[in-house]
């Protein structure tokens, strides 16, 4: 007989007890992978954005939310004049509301813009971007408002028609609507204003040199190589923290789970322990069967809850109304994060269990038989 | 004093009771004042005595499960005042029967006996070939797989006595082994066991109300109001 077989015999033998334990681990694991998973998607969507055909972005110093910032349209085309920059796209972001769909986000882009080069134009004509009154579409902004090349799509107070459909590179743009910057402009009332610059560098190298004279020029701007802005931009530290903060949360509820089954358990073998210990197991063996089985609790709740974890993904990104806003990233990082924390949580759960389990005295149990 | 007899005496005894007091209840429950016996190798030794005499709280203090408030206690010549030495003790020197045989339920005859291996780090081969012998001396070979929930009283008390003797202790500690069994079982079990012990020449210290039983060992000793007397 191994040392495993008696953790298995332990386990199963108040199964719905293991069950309860296994069960906690697993929701927390289902929620945490859910939920990161999620975050960093959209985290990573939105760095994407950014990477298109760019290494800096330029955008309002200190702003708390980049659909916030203004960026003075002079200064776009001043930034275009630095010197090393190689292009430089503004853009300005906004957010309507379309029949049946209360967010739909809006890119206003100019002729130029990287983003349409590279994508696949499934209907429509590139050469016709920035006809009056039109606009063209992601894929699944498409597919869930339901529209075509020369449909009417009514957004806002207002509309325009479909002038093209075209396949990006990531969801989230698939998810939207480019219109003309000008355009863009006078329908969210911000005229000559743009929310980033995306600035291309003729040496990625120079970007030092290239932020310190956005800094000097325009004291209200701020630049930021696109690493740097995924790492410091208060939204995505909100979300990475909220993430973990609930992802922990969970977890802690899961090893409270298994800190009750474990502390159930040895309350009710005292004396079969006690006959572990007769037999010759010392306290440290017997502190290690306590803690096995709880390990061994945190590794079926962890593949259980990766799996649950993975189907709720699947689920929500086949859900049509979010199509283009989630696009679920797994990272061996979050992985390891989520083995990691199930683990910790089941071994702190086991030590009390564990140091009660080594203090039954063998004669004072057998005692009272 | 011949050349043998000397080698003899040289040999420290298999359990050495000095000078021993216990009590419970912060001393409320006096159990055994100045407990006084040896055991000698190979010897079949019964303590007998009415029920609470203190029969089994000597048993427990040889095997180490319990500590005395005051005297020594040795085992094969050592001491047992430590933690480890405890362990190591009843891993390799000592094994216990019990009246409630104290099995592990939802494990199968081969799996509890193979307890006291797997405490002491055993190999998995000789673990198998000793369960075999042991299970085939009491004639349970044909329930080797089975759980011993499924067993009846005298089964479960003949697979506890193979887990006793499974690392081959030099010192049996058994508290009343048939006290759960019927008469007809009892005699059959306890003839079984005393001769197992006897044939490997293992140490039996024997607690039993029963006189029977304490007479078919070779010495008895008397328990009460604390002391030990020889009969």
């Given at each position: ?6 953790v298995?015999?332990n ?8 069950l309860?334990?296994v069960a ?5 694991c289902?929620a945490?992978?859910?939920?990161l ?9 939105f760095?994407r954005?950014?990477?298109t055909?760019?290494q800096v ?9 980049l659909?916030?910032?203004s960026?003075p349209?002079?200064?776009a085309?001043?930034?275009r004049?630095?010197p090393?920059?190689?292009a430089a ?6 957010i ?5 769909h209360?967010?739909?986000t809006?890119?206003?882009v100019?002729r130029d ?10 209907a429509?004509a590139?050469d016709?971007f920035?006809?009056a009154?039109?606009?063209?579409v ?7 408002l339901n529209v075509?090349a020369?449909?009417?799509l009514p957004l ?11 396949r ?9 609507v480019?219109l ?5 402009q006078?329908?969210?009332?911000r005229?000559?204003i743009a929310s ?5 560098l ?5 970007a ?5 004279a956005?800094?000097r ?7 930021l ?6 790492r410091?931009y208060?939204?995505f ?5 909220t993430?973990w ?16 089954t474990?502390?159930?358990?040895v309350f009710n ?9 007769v037999?010759g197991?010392?306290r440290a063996?017997?502190?290690r ?5 709880a390990l061994a609790?945190?590794?079926a709740?962890?593949?259980t809850g990766?799996?649950l974890?993975?189907?709720?993904l699947?689920l929500?990104e086949?859900?049509?109304q979010?199509n ?15 083995a990691g924390t ?7 759960g ?6 009660f389990?080594t ?11 | ?6 080698r003899a005496s040289a040999?420290?005894p ?7 007091w216990k ?10 004042a100045d ?9 079949m ?11 089994s709280?000597l048993?427990h203090l ?11 206690i ?11 030495a405890?362990v190591q003790?009843?891993r ?5 029967v ?6 592990i ?10 307890v006291?291996a797997?405490?002491?780090g ?8 000793r ?7 009491v004639?349970l070979?044909?329930?080797r797989?089975h759980?011993?929930q ?5 089964e479960r008390?003949r697979?506890?006595?193979c ?16 006290g ?6 009892a005699d ?11 044939r490997?020449?293992t ?10 039983f ?7 000793l ?5 002391r030990v007397?020889?009969?």
């Open positions: 007989m191994s040392f495993l077989r008696l298995r015999v386990l199963r033998r108040h199964w719905v007890r293991t309860i334990g906690g681990i697993a929701f927390g289902a945490m992978l859910t939920i998973s999620i975050v960093l998607g959209a985290i990573g969507m760095e954005i950014l990477d055909d760019s972005l330029v955008f309002e110093r200190n702003v708390s939310d659909f916030f910032s960026v349209e002079a200064a085309g001043e930034i004049n630095l090393g920059v190689a796209h503004p853009v300005l972001f906004g309507v509301s379309a029949p049946d209360p967010i739909v809006c890119f206003g100019e813009n990287p983003r349409l080069a590279q994508a696949t134009w499934l429509g590139r016709r920035g006809t009154g039109e606009v063209v992601g894929e699944r902004a498409a597919a869930f075509g020369g449909d009417h806002g107070h207002g509309g325009f028609t479909v002038g093209g459909v075209i990006t590179a990531n969801g989230f743009e698939d998810g939207g480019f003309p910057l000008a355009a863009a006078e329908f969210f009332h005229e000559k980033v610059v995306a600035v291309k003729a040496d990625g190298a120079r030092a040199a290239f932020k310190a956005v800094a020029r325009f004291p209200s701007l701020i630049a190589e696109n690493r740097e802005f995924a410091g208060s939204q530290r909100i979300l990475k923290l993430g903060a609930v992802g922990v949360c969970a977890f802690l509820l899961g090893g409270l789970g298994v800190a009750n474990m502390l159930m358990s073998r005292i004396r079969e322990l006690a006959i572990l210990r037999c197991f010392s063996q017997v502190a069967l306590v803690v096995a089985e609790m945190a590794a709740g962890l593949a990766l799996a974890g993975f189907a709720l699947a929500i086949a859900v049509p979010l283009g806003y989630v696009q679920a990233t797994v990272r061996p990082t979050v992985l390891a994060g989520i199930a683990l910790c949580t089941a071994l702190a086991a030590l009390y269990p564990a140091w389990a203090r039954i005295e063998p004669a004072e149990a057998l005692r009272y038989e | 004093m011949s050349e043998s007899s000397s040999v420290p298999a359990v050495a009771v000095t000078g021993v009590s419970f209840d912060r001393g409320r429950v006096p159990v055994l407990a006084n016996f040896t055991v000698t190798r190979g010897e030794v019964a303590l007998w005595g009415p029920s609470g005499s203190g029969k709280t048993l040889a095997g180490g499960l319990d500590l005395p408030d005051r005297g020594e040795r085992v094969l010549g050592e001491p047992i005042d430590s933690e480890a405890r003790l009843r390799a020197a000592v094994g216990f019990f009246q409630l045989h104290h099995l339920p939802d494990l199968t005859i081969d799996e509890n006996c193979a006291p797997l405490a002491a055993q190999p998995v081969a000789a673990t198998r070939d369960i075999a012998e042991l299970v085939a001396a004639g070979t044909h329930r797989t759980r011993v499924d067993l009846s009283g005298g008390q697979v506890a006595i887990r006793a003797l499974m690392n081959r202790p030099a010192v049996i500690l058994a508290d009343e082994p048939t759960s069994l019927d008469e007809e079982t059959k079990v306890f003839a079984l066991f005393r001769d197992l012990v006897h490997s020449g140490t039996l210290l024997l607690a039993t109300h029963e006189r029977r304490a007479e078919a060992c070779d010495r008895v008397r328990v009460s109001h604390g007397q020889p009969i």
